[in-house]
């Protein structure tokens, strides 16, 4: 039995379900796929263990777009929380504000090493390398190559499980771009000192140094279950358990035919005159029947997955930071989220705290494929030599596996997304590929969403009006640097170019 729909969305994402929402608000038939069986979300679901309940990642609900942000206030209108926002580096058995605060920074570098750093950051200025092509070469020439050492280079590894020299420089361009050191170190300064420029109107705000970010009082995941909701109470259809893994499109009507596997072994058929896909390209290129030239190329894309060992421990010890970077080599977790200062209400004990340790691996590898059991024992034994809690006060523990966190920046994406691109879109006009694995792009959830509402215009004006792969281009929107999605979709400055 095949069942009929105006727009099939592959994903309940951030993407996907904006796409959804915004399509029924129309009044349009739209039905989204998911392959996961019991949650909406993706990486942005909550997940609940306990009564204690994670992020996976941490998402903080922060952005310049307008467009973006009355978005989340309609389909959340009465669960936003405002939190304070504090980060930390720990480096060899010392904490760093981040971003920097300059004395403390200098204190706990030493006078020798803060001498080098800038003498280092002096000479890579002098003479920087023309045409940077990796990761390391554009962080080189931006910060000195001390900086790069101490600040970059031992996490970035970290996440991406290969070295420096062969990640994109458009990597470090897209995540790092708009934080000027001399800029960092005049706000360090101040900070340092107490002492606060305002803000100029217009002026772009960095997002390393906003102070405060709102986040949805239960997780996550709450905007996601709500725009699930409110897309079925519009006539949309959400349906969880569905694995697309069969997709082919009949060029004289203009129908794509979709097939869904469920858990239990049944398949569904669909078919529909749009197809929205936040997949990963990979997955995507490869469903698609005939094979596209592409398949190479998409088979080509990497990704780079991680370990979230959530431990609940009954200590006293708390710290204000939402997350701790991991800089020192010496452990093999990368990041420590601290729950209860996203939200007081993920912890429901006073008395206890949970903390997620952040481990990046690829699927399959040793840390992917390692018992439940081994990986609760090596983050009891990191987080005491990190010293956050001792390990004895843990009572509880959880690990989550989330495959294709990351879409991988390596020497060869770019031409390999390019290929994809534009093949589908030559050969298929109604196939739209939105957010962070759909696009492979390393976006934010205010991005993946920008990505769906440009979409959505497109599908209703019944052209490709705005180019989404624009989107970042005009604004990229960063750990730590300019952030900067569209201030509105009215504003002409910010908002895609139309295609021509």
């Known amino acids: 039995m095949s069942h009929h729909t105006e727009t099939l969305v592959i994903g309940a994402g951030p993407a996907g379900l904006t796409a959804a929402y915004l399509l029924s608000k129309h009044g349009r038939d739209v039905t989204v796929l998911e392959r996961d069986p019991a949650q909406v979300g993706g990486i942005s679901r909550t997940v609940s263990h306990n009564g204690y309940l994670f992020d996976i990642g941490g998402h903080r609900f922060f952005s310049k777009s307008k467009a973006v942000v009355q978005l989340w206030d309609e389909i959340l209108p009465n669960d936003f929380i405002e939190r304070p926002r504090l980060s930390r580096i720990y480096y060899k058995g010392k904490y760093y504000a981040y971003p920097l605060k300059a004395f403390e920074a200098l204190r706990n570098l030493g006078i020798l090493t803060s001498t080098l750093c800038v003498a280092s950051y002096l000479l890579a200025r002098a003479k920087p390398i023309e045409t940077p092509k990796s990761f390391h070469e554009w962080v080189r020439n931006q910060f000195g190559e001390r900086l790069f050492s101490i600040f970059f280079k031992t996490y970035t590894e970290k996440v991406w499980g290969m070295s420096c020299d062969a990640i994109s420089a458009d990597w470090a361009a897209q995540r790092i771009k708009g934080l000027d050191l001399g800029a960092a170190i005049r706000d360090a300064l101040k900070r340092s000192l107490g002492l606060r420029a305002k803000q100029k109107p217009g002026e772009p705000v960095i997002k390393t140094l906003i102070e405060s970010f709102r986040y949805p009082r239960r997780g996550p995941g709450m905007m996601w279950e709500a725009a699930a909701e409110k897309t079925a109470a519009q006539g949309g259809r959400v349906l969880l358990d569905r694995g697309v893994d069969g997709l082919s499109f009949e060029p004289a009507t203009g129908i794509w035919t979709v097939s869904a596997t469920r858990g239990d072994g049944t398949r569904e058929t669909y078919t529909a005159r749009h197809l929205i896909s936040s997949a990963p390209v990979r997955e995507l290129v490869d469903a698609i029947k005939p094979r596209p030239l592409s398949t190479f190329n998409a088979r080509s894309l990497q990704y780079r997955d991680f370990v979230t060992v959530a431990l609940i421990a009954k200590s006293q010890k708390d710290f204000p930071d939402n997350w701790i970077y991991i800089h020192d080599p010496s452990v093999q977790v990368g990041r420590v989220q601290n729950f209860r200062s996203w939200s007081p209400e993920m ?25 439940d059991e081994d990986l609760v024992a090596l983050a009891k034994r990191e987080i005491g030599q990190i010293g956050l809690i001792d390990p004895r006060e843990v009572v509880d523990a959880c690990v989550v596996r989330q495959p294709k966190a990351y879409p991988v920046y390596d020497e060869t994406y770019a031409d390999n997304v390019a290929s994809v691109r534009r093949e589908l879109e030559h050969d298929f006009p109604t196939l739209h590929l939105v957010g962070r694995n759909g696009m492979h792009k390393y976006n934010n959830q205010d991005h993946a969403m920008m990505t769906a509402m440009l979409t959505v215009e497109n599908i209703i004006a019944g052209h490709r009006r705005h180019d989404v792969w624009r989107v970042n281009e005009d604004a990229e929107y960063t750990e730590a640097g300019v952030s900067g999605a569209q201030d509105a979709l009215a504003s002409e400055r910010l908002v895609p170019r139309k295609v021509a």
């Open 347 to 371: 912890i429901p004990d006073e008395d206890h705290t949970c903390l997620g340790l952040e481990y990046f691996c690829f699927e399959g590898d040793g840390l992917w494929t390692a018992s």
